[in-house]
């Protein structure tokens, strides 16, 4: 079974950073995985893209609120997700969530929910003003 671990979420004021980190099992095969993001959920709203990195080319997808702010990379030995978040907004509170595709379809729609197989329970983020 694979299990994804979302952790470092937590309250912060406006301005602030958090890093959060996912951890994959040993059972999320690296070398058949094509994309791994981040994800968001506020209460009410949909379930949105934030950051996805591409596994082969190296790449990355920012959403547009939050390019400049939040940086995600990977250590993909450890089969470990982080996404760096620096200048909070109170907009960015959600419960985020790491995901992961196996399916190559990710890098041409990578925020599409459906391309990805794995999930995490989510880490809380509330950034108040």
């Known amino acids: 079974q694979v299990h994804m671990v979302e952790s470092g979420g937590g309250s912060v004021q406006a301005g602030g950073s958090l890093r959060l980190s996912c951890a994959a099992s040993?059972?999320?095969?690296?070398?058949?995985?094509?994309?791994m993001g981040w994800f968001r959920q506020a209460p009410g709203k949909e379930r949105e893209g934030v950051a996805i990195?591409?596994?082969?080319?190296?790449?990355?997808f920012y959403t547009n609120s939050v390019k400049g702010r939040f940086t995600i990379s990977q250590d993909i030995a450890n089969n470990t997700l982080y996404l760096q978040m620096n200048s909070l907004k109170p907009e960015d509170t959600a419960k985020y969530y790491c995901?992961?595709?196996?399916?190559?379809?990710?890098?041409?729609?990578?925020?599409?929910?459906?391309?990805?197989?794995?999930w995490g329970q989510g880490t809380q983020v509330t950034v108040s003003t």
């Open positions: 995901a992961a595709s196996e399916n190559d379809y990710c890098y041409s729609n990578p925020t599409n929910l459906y391309e990805y197989k794995y």
């Open positions: 040993a059972y999320l095969d690296s070398r058949y995985v094509h994309c």
């Open positions: 990195i591409f596994r082969d080319a190296g790449g990355t």
